[in-house]
Nanobody, 126 residues
């Protein structure tokens, strides 16, 4: 089992940047693919980005591609989400999630992930 703790959320103006972190503990971090999701009240949790166990494979939602960058440091057991050019509609609680890596196609659905953090609030003011 792996435990995940997000940090780095906060208030930022539209057009600004934030860097989220996802610190992991428990079983070897490098065994897991990591995903970032976000959720606003009344809406389903949506996929943002994912990264494979080695960090070589990444995938992004169309809405964030080119503005967000997912990365990981397997030595520090931490994943990151660098968010640039933020928009007001991207205000949400951001979650990181993990599932045991199969080395196959990166997962983009909520149900594919077994472990979740508690989330960190990102508020983008217009």
């Amino acid at each position: 089992q792996v435990q995940l703790v997000e940090s780095g959320g906060g208030l930022v103006q539209a057009g600004g940047s934030l860097r989220l972190s996802c610190a992991a503990s428990g079983r070897p971090f490098s065994a897991y693919d990591i995903g970032w999701f976000r959720q606003t009240p009344g809406k389903e949790r949506e996929f943002v980005a994912a990264i494979g166990w080695s960090g070589r494979a990444t995938i992004y939602a169309d809405s964030v591609r080119g503005r967000f960058t997912i990365s990981r440091d397997n030595i520090k057991n931490t994943a990151f989400l660098q968010m640039n050019s933020l928009k007001a509609e991207e205000t949400a609680v951001y979650y990181c999630a993990a599932h045991w890596s199969t080395g196959q196609v990166l997962a983009v659905t909520v149900g594919s992930y077994d472990y979740w953090g508690q989330g960190t609030q990102v508020t983008v003011s217009s």
